[in-house]
């Protein structure tokens, strides 16, 4: 089966052509740098022909909040509409837990447009809302970081190994589109500060991490239901201690 990647090249896209490709399918890796621009249009057309089911796991170069609702609005726009012409028959995104939840941040905002396109749109979809990844907690610590001060809430949040979402993904283009949005989320849940102060301890990263309830989390504040998901979410299976000690080997 031709599964188009749309941002085939980034953390999770990487990860699922390679996987679909092990469970022989043929998966097309599609980024700017291949050609294919989902926000321009330039290359879709050509990149879809043939192809059964699209992914998209692009993310936006510039999370300004006028950037990132312009970026996930019209690529997938353009998505959908090359889809149409294409005749694909499942679109699959990638987006957040809680980003209905956290709407005083632009990035959300943006996520929850970009779902909402996928609904009203013409393709059968299935939409993965997933919670932080473990490699993704550096970029929340520096984002948070003044000085040699990273202050961050200690809201629950329930972090899951890019490895498993990128093996979710894979379970479920290859299936029927659910026409509904599935969670998944890692299995343990963490303190934010505290998941952090092991991520910086682990790489010998002398910054200090202040817990602050009113800490924003890309300008929304949190509390313990802000990134963690309902009943009835997927369980990714690796835990934080393994993925910590294999990633830093
Ligand atoms: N980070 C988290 O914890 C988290 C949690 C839940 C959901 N998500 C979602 O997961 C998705 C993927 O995140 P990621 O960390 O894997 O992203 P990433 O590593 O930053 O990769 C982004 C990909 O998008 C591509 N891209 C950028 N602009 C594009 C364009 N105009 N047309 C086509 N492709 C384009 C990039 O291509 P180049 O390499 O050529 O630039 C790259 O392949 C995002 O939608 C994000 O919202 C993230």
Do not use: C
Not at 124 to 145: H, L, M
Not at 197 to 218: E, M
């Amino acid at each position: 089966m031709k599964i188009v990647v749309i941002g085939g090249t980034g953390l999770i896209g990487s990860k699922l052509v390679e996987k679909l490709r092990e469970d022989g399918h043929e998966p097309l890796a599609a980024s700017p740098d291949s050609g294919v621009n989902a926000l321009t249009g330039e290359g879709l057309a050509k990149a879809l022909e043939g192809a059964q089911v699209v992914v998209d796991v692009a993310n936006a170069p510039a999370w300004e909040d006028a950037a990132v609702l312009d970026f996930f609005r019209t690529s997938s726009r353009n998505l959908l509409a090359a889809e149409t012409a294409a005749g694909v028959a499942h679109h699959v995104t990638l987006s957040v837990v809680g980003a209905d939840r956290l709407a005083e941040s632009g990035y959300m905002r943006a996520k929850v447009a970009q779902e909402d396109l996928v609904k009203a749109g013409p393709i059968p979809y299935t939409i993965v809302r997933a919670t932080q990844f473990f490699e993704f907690i550096g970029r929340i610590a520096d984002s948070s970081t003044d000085g040699d001060t990273v202050r961050l809430s200690p809201a629950l949040v329930q972090p899951e190994a890019a490895d498993d979402v990128a093996s979710t993904l894979a379970d479920v283009a290859i299936g029927a589109p659910l026409n509904d949005t599935v969670e998944l989320a890692g299995p343990e849940a963490f303190r934010l500060d505290e998941l952090a102060r092991r991520v910086l301890r682990a790489n010998d990263d002398p910054r200090q991490v202040t817990p602050d309830v009113h800490a924003r989390y890309f300008d929304a504040e949190l509390d313990d239901r802000s990134l963690t998901p309902g009943d009835g979410a997927r369980i990714a299976s690796t835990r934080f201690e393994d993925w910590l000690s294999q990633s830093a080997r």
